[in-house]
């Protein structure tokens, strides 16, 4: 029978840490990898307990080796030691509590570790966003998004919220180096490229964004929206602005596809303008309209040739396995104004663009998928649209207008 701290860790439960008999931060699903150390996934987000490079706490890491913990017994409970901090650093950075809220420092706390239940609440709980106006797309631009892979819908996010999500950033960056960490790929970073603060999320959560996402989706998965992705783009410098080449034809991807072996981790981009962008090299999404479709089917058999032969699948450095498709409509940049909203599906190829302009560019994205998805390939019989509970008679109607690439079969 498991009795320590170090044993609840390793088996998975979800569970709490404890200091000074006081129950600390959210509840914490613990997982132990290949190389032995553990990270802590959030039951309440999609990201994991991390110690940033700056000693920063929270609860926005991914897999690397900033959200990464060596769990080290002390009697009955554990310190938990920065795997980041020991490996890029060389220097000993420890978990610690503070009150009731996390720290780091050089010895660390140490904490003992409780089972809770999956209903029970845990502390302290994230402040619930202000209720979302409503708002529901129409059946035409329910249309052009089945035909395009995407829809800009102008004006979606009030002022007020594009204030204050501009407001958090920029006292972020008044920071200084201090607001930069690395992610997951080893990029600094503001926030460490995601993050869970409240004006981020209003974006969609409190804005008319919400019901246009749904008016696609339906209901969405119940972590949806509690961690966004600050997207800053700054100038080239004069010189470069001036010469540097434009990005070719060629220079796309879609999220995912270095990451997971599905490439098919969500269903739909969101983003929202935070800064004007009105015209092409402003720092613009770029986007191929209309090539989800053709995307779509080079995955499916990405993941047949997988299947057919695993290792010399798993022996090929190239992602698309020689399957990548060639896009044969030209790009387009996206040109927006603070509080536009970008849709795009996950399968549409795009990049992001030079930005020649004087001003960064401030965009915010969200990585969304309905209550029901599971993030596996398309199989044999699936369809680009397939979980899209808002829109199942608009693939008929597009194909109907000559949208081939996103024909039904």
């Not at 700056?54 to 080796?65: E, H, L, R, S, T």
């Not at 999956?118 to 302290?124: N, T």
């Not at 783009?233 to 596809?257: C, N, T, Y």
Request: proline share 7%; net charge neutral.
């Amino acid at each position: 029978m498991m009795n320590t701290s170090a044993d609840l860790l390793a088996s998975g439960a979800l569970v709490q840490l404890v200091n000074n008999g006081e129950r600390i931060g959210p509840k914490l699903a613990p997982r132990k990898l290949a190389n032995g150390h553990t990270v802590l996934a959030v039951e309440s987000s999609s990201g994991n307990l991390r110690i940033k490079n700056n000693g920063v706490v929270d609860f926005n890491g991914g897999m690397g080796a900033w959200a990464q913990f060596k769990v080290l017994s002390t009697g009955d409970g554990v310190t938990l030691q920065s795997v980041g901090h020991e490996k890029q650093l060389a220097v000993s950075v420890f978990l610690e509590a503070d009150g009731l809220r996390f720290a780091s420092g050089p010895h660390g706390s140490v904490f003992a570790v409780v089972p809770v239940a999956g209903d029970e609440p845990s502390c302290p709980a994230a402040p619930a966003p202000p209720a979302a106006p409503p708002f529901s797309l129409t059946d035409a631009q329910k249309a052009e998004f089945v035909r395009d892979g995407m829809l800009v819908v102008k004006g979606l996010v009030s002022r007020q919220l594009v204030d204050d999500a501009l407001r958090t950033i920029n006292a972020e960056l008044g920071a200084g180096a201090a607001a930069w960490s690395t992610d997951a790929d080893g990029q600094e970073k503001l926030f460490g490229g995601k993050t869970s603060a409240p004006a981020v999320r209003n974006l969609l959560l409190a804005s008319q964004a919400l019901g246009a996402v749904e008016s696609l989706l339906g209901p969405l998965t119940p972590t949806a929206g509690r961690v966004g992705q600050v997207a800053l783009r700054f100038p080239l410098d004069p010189e470069k602005a001036r010469s540097r080449v434009a990005k070719s034809e060629e220079q796309w991807h879609i999220d995912g596809m270095n990451k997971q072996e599905s490439m098919s981790g969500f269903q739909l981009l969101m983003g929202v303008a935070l800064s004007a962008q009105p015209d092409d090299e402003c720092g613009n999404l770029n986007v191929w309209p209309g090539e989800h479709g053709r995307t779509f089917e080079a995955v499916r058999q990405v993941a047949k040739s997988r299947a057919a032969d695993p290792r010399a699948a798993e022996a090929n450095t190239d992602v698309w396995l020689g399957l990548r498709p060639h896009l044969t409509v030209p790009k387009q940049q996206v040109k927006l104004e603070p509080g536009d909203v970008v849709l795009a599906h996950q399968k549409l190829p795009h990049a992001i663009g030079l930005n020649r302009s004087p001003n960064v560019r401030y965009q915010c994205y969200f990585r969304l998928s309905a209550a029901d998805y599971v993030p596996e390939p398309p199989n044999a019989h699936g369809r680009v649209f397939d979980g899209w509970r808002g829109i199942d008679g608009h693939v008929v109607e597009a194909a109907s207008r000559g949208a081939a690439t996103v024909a039904v079969s």
